[in-house]
C-alpha cells in the first residue's frame, strides 16, 4: 500500500503542507532574532528565538493544513461515499 492509500492517487499530496510549516519555523525564528538584536537582548535571546520558531510553526501549521484540506477534500468525500456501509454499521 503506498503513502497515503485510499486517501490519494499522488502520495506527494500528503506533503504539501511541509514546507508552509519550516517556512513558517525559520521566518519565524528569524523575525524574533531580528527583533531580540534589535532590542538589544543578550541573555533571552534563545528564548525568544526559540518563542518566534514557535509561533512561525503554529502559523504554518494553519496555513499548510489548510491547503492539505483543500487538496484532501474531494479524496475523502470520494472514499466517504464508497464506504458508507462500513461508517453507518461502525456508528
Not at 499530496?13 to 511541509?18: A, E, H, I
Not at 538589544?40 to 493544513?65: M, Q, R
Amino acid at each position: 500500500m503506498r503513502l497515503g492509500g485510499a486517501f490519494c492517487e499522488d502520495p506527494s499530496t500528503l506533503w504539501l503542507g511541509l514546507p508552509w510549516i519550516r517556512g513558517g519555523i525559520l521566518s519565524g525564528a528569524l523575525a524574533a532574532w531580528l527583533v531580540a538584536a534589535g532590542i538589544g537582548l543578550s541573555h533571552g535571546k534563545p528564548l525568544v528565538i526559540a518563542a518566534g520558531g514557535l509561533a512561525g510553526a503554529i502559523i504554518g501549521v494553519f496555513i499548510g493544513g489548510q491547503i492539505l484540506t483543500a487538496k484532501l477534500r474531494p479524496y475523502l468525500r470520494r472514499v466517504l461515499e464508497e464506504r458508507q456501509d462500513e461508517i453507518a454499521r461502525v456508528e
